[in-house]
């Protein structure tokens, strides 16, 4: 005899492992940042075509990229305007009859 398990038990644990999965992600995404605020590059010095000095110093254009991506990750930026418009930058024209599929192409049509 097969044993049933409740129709929703599949589907919890569905979603509790994609939680699990953007929970791993997100940390991923950290460590990973956190390295590159940490950068380092070799900066090589010349006179006369001869290279002269080596130092290791950091990578500053790295750096401020990978600050830029952390505050994205951790939701610290400010949020970004956009504005839809219709036809010629007016506003977006809407009938009684409009259903919800022609609502979705002419807010495409206009991006």
Same mark, same amino acid.
């Given at each position: 005899?097969?044993?049933?398990?409740?129709?929703?038990?599949?589907?919890?644990?569905?979603?509790?492992?994609?939680?699990?999965?953007?929970?791993?992600?997100?940390?991923?995404?950290?460590?990973?940042?956190?390295?590159?605020?940490?950068?380092?590059? @070799?900066?090589?010095?010349?006179?006369?075509?001869?290279?002269?000095?080596?130092?290791?110093?950091?990578?500053?254009? @790295?750096?401020?990229?990978?600050?830029?991506?952390?505050?994205?990750?951790?939701?610290?930026?400010?949020?970004?305007?956009?504005?839809?418009?219709?036809?010629?930058?007016?506003? @977006?024209?809407?009938?009684?009859?409009?259903?919800?599929?022609?609502?979705?192409?002419? @807010?495409?049509?206009?991006?």
């Amino acid at each position: 005899m097969k044993s049933s398990k409740p129709k929703g038990v599949p589907k919890k644990k569905v979603g509790i492992n994609r939680k699990i999965d953007k929970i791993k992600e997100f940390w991923r995404a950290y460590d990973k940042l956190r390295e590159l605020m940490e950068a380092q590059k @070799i900066q090589y010095f010349s006179n006369l075509g001869a290279v002269t000095d080596a130092r290791q110093v950091a990578a500053l254009d @790295i750096q401020v990229k990978a600050v830029v991506e952390f505050k994205k990750l951790l939701g610290l930026d400010e949020p970004e305007k956009r504005e839809i418009t219709g036809k010629d930058g007016g506003p @977006i024209q809407l009938d009684q009859q409009m259903n919800q599929e022609a609502l979705k192409n002419a @807010i495409k049509s206009t991006t």
